[in-house]
């Protein structure tokens, strides 16, 4: 097989990637995942934290919804990282090959909602820049449909930079990193410097019916937003040039550092009392510091399309070897052409971070609970074995099917995401992605250990029935 062969392979995780292959350091987890989460995510959770609480509730829940589901999903990051295998193959050892396409499908079909969101924050800053620097372009001036058209171009920019592959993607997500946190520190000067704001004084624009709704649903958009990177591990953790390097990008870039961004952005939400950021460049009362800033806001939010189309491609590309790159980005990529042209979309990610929570919190609970009896001991070729690897019932793992379906039922009975209603009224007590992981973690470890115990008495007994017995004279 040629180098070029091998590299391909590789490439596409038809291969682990070995320690040759492995690119990204700590520092580079950070840039990608500051990169990753600030440019739409963060800016967005925390502008709802800042709708329904004040700053000095706001920061502590920012902080514990990003940072706690990191660290109760920590031990993926090894699991990736010693393995070096995409998220979907490394989910075969758990779920079962045909377990494993299943949550596939639907980490292709639910990701299409991130890629429209960030190309919408694209449009409507393009929009808010013809309007602060009065163009007249009839449609191309309106929030809708014209946020929606420009998003389309914006879409096929970040398609491009996925093409380019991880090489590229490096450097760029470097330069619009370091863009992001110089928006950060000017508008926190512009707020707290030039313009003297008390920001604790500052009540919610926009609370829930009561205090403990307000609450319970900040947290609840929050805990989404770090459950969601449940489904993104495999695809950076397999790059890491250690396992160390994972675990502390993951938890320091998609956690901590990121989650300052949702403080910043609960910040400038409370003072401004806009729920879209792209409102907040408006703020300045200059139109050359509102156009640059939306320039770099648009630049970063493409970025954060090349971050989505990228492990989404090398996903769909190795569990279809024989499709070609150039159909895997387009793929994954132009279905969300459709979802920007639903003026309700955007206005409802409340509604779409809470379905994100359900789906990666259960999968999440049962990935840990399978690390913490197998203690992150896998098969690595039977992970590509359709035939004979990972088979469990007609390759599918029913102790983890009957997790996720208790999990996704106790989580719809704690929390509708769309009504925003509770059934059995603990939503504004306990919240429902965290308890939901643990109902999924602890049911799957349950059934698992009485699945081996029931293995191991019918195999005992198995033999006892087949030992000769002997006889008196």
């Known amino acids: 097989m040629s180098d070029n062969k091998v590299q391909e392979d590789t490439a596409f995780n038809l291969v682990p990637t070995d320690s040759g292959d492995r690119e990204y350091s700590t520092l580079d987890f950070v840039a990608i995942q500051v990169c990753f989460g600030i440019a739409g995510w963060f800016f967005l959770t925390g502008s709802i934290t800042g709708q329904y609480l004040p700053l000095r509730e706001a920061i502590p829940v920012i902080l514990f919804g990003n940072v706690v589901p990191l660290l109760l999903l920590a031990p993926m990051a ?33 990701s299409f909602g991130w890629i429209t969101t960030a190309a919408l924050f694209v449009g409507r800053s393009f929009v808010r820049i013809f309007k602060s620097s009065g163009l007249e372009l ?102 890491a040039k250690s396992e160390g390097g994972a675990f502390h990008g993951f938890v320091w870039g998609w956690g901590l550092l990121a989650g300052i961004a949702g403080i910043f952005a609960a910040i400038t939400s409370l003072v401004t009392g806009a729920y879209d950021p792209t409102v907040w460049f408006t703020e300045f009362g200059s139109p050359v510091l509102t156009v640059l800033g939306l320039i770099l806001f648009a ?96 390759g599918v793992n029913l102790n983890g099917v009957a997790a996720t379906l208790i999990a996704f039922g106790f989580y719809a009975w704690t929390y509708h995401p769309f009504t925003g209603e509770s059934m059995n009224g603990l939503f504004t007590t306990i919240t429902a992605g965290i ?35 002997s006889t008196s004279d």
């Open 78 to 110: 090894v699991i990736f990282a010693r393995y070096g295998v995409e998220q979907f193959v490394g989910t075969r050892a758990v779920f079962g090959h045909k377990g494993a396409d299943i949550w596939f499908l639907l980490y292709i079909v639910s």
């Open 138 to 239: 009839g449609i191309l001036t309106q929030i809708y449909p014209g946020a929606s058209i420009i998003a389309v171009p914006a879409t096929l920019a970040g398609v491009w930079i996925a093409w380019k592959g991880p090489r590229y993607l490096k450097w760029f997500t470097r330069l619009a990193a370091i863009t992001l946190l110089g928006i950060i520190v000017f508008f926190m000067f512009h707020i707290l410097v030039i313009r003297g704001v008390d920001v604790w004084a500052i009540q919610p624009p926009a609370p829930m019916e009561t205090v403990a709704l307000s609450r319970a649903s900040a947290l609840e958009a929050n805990v989404g937003l770090g459950f969601s990177w449940a489904f993104w591990y495999g695809q950076w953790g397999r790059l």
């Open 299 to 394: 630049v970063a939010n493409i970025s954060s399309i090349g971050t989505l189309v990228y492990p989404l491609s090398i996903t769909l590309k190795s569990r279809v070897p024989s499709l070609s790159w150039h159909y895997a980005v387009l793929i994954v990529s132009l279905p969300a052409t459709v979802l920007e042209f639903f003026p309700n979309f955007f206005s409802s990610f409340n509604s779409y971070i809470s379905i994100i929570s359900l789906l990666t919190g259960v999968y999440g609970g049962v990935m840990v609970g399978d690390y913490l009896l197998s203690k992150g001991e896998y098969n690595l070729r039977a992970m590509y074995n359709r035939e004979e690897g990972y088979q469990y019932t007609s």
């Open 435 to 469: 308890p939901s992981y643990f109902v999924a973690l602890l049911v799957y470890v349950g059934l698992a250990l009485a699945t081996n115990a029931y293995s191991r008495a019918e195999e005992a007994d198995s033999i006892e029935r087949k030992a000769p017995t």
